[in-house]
Nanobody
Framework: QVQLVESGGGLVQPGGSLRLSCAAS????????MGWYRQAPGKRRDLVAT???????KYTVSVKGRFTISRDNAKSTVSLQMNSLKPEDTAVYYC?????????????WGQGTQVTVSS
């Protein structure tokens, strides 16, 4: 079992910055990749960014150049630095972890943290 705990959401003005963090805990697994998804009201949950253990990153087009994902493999944490925030970035942000337990892959999700971009 893997637990993901997110922190860092909040209210910020357009053009501002926020940093989200997520820590994974548990035992008997190895993390393959971690990432962030977001879900705005009335919309589906979409990928924001992911990063593998080897540091390979992927971003959705709308956040490229504004958001940066990073991870600390030793601490099993992933962070999302969000700059130049726009009102359309408003959503609940979910941390996700793709883990390997034995020969089986699992996906785990955090509880979500609200990010609101508004003046």
């Amino acid at each position: 079992q893997v637990q993901l705990v997110e922190s860092g959401g909040g209210l910020v003005q357009p053009g501002g910055s926020l940093r989200l963090s997520c820590a994974a805990s548990g035992s008997g697994f190895s993390i393959v990749a971690m990432g962030w998804y977001r879900q705005a009201p009335g919309k589906r949950r979409d990928l924001v960014a992911t990063i593998t253990t080897g540091g390979i990153t992927k971003y959705t087009v709308s956040v490229k150049g504004r958001f940066t994902i990073s991870r600390d493999n030793a601490k099993s944490t992933v962070s999302l630095q969000m700059n130049s925030l726009k009102p359309e970035d408003t959503a609940v942000y979910y941390c996700t972890a793709d883990v390997l337990a034995g020969f089986v892959r699992y996906d785990y999700w955090g509880q979500g943290t609200q990010v609101t971009v508004s003046s």
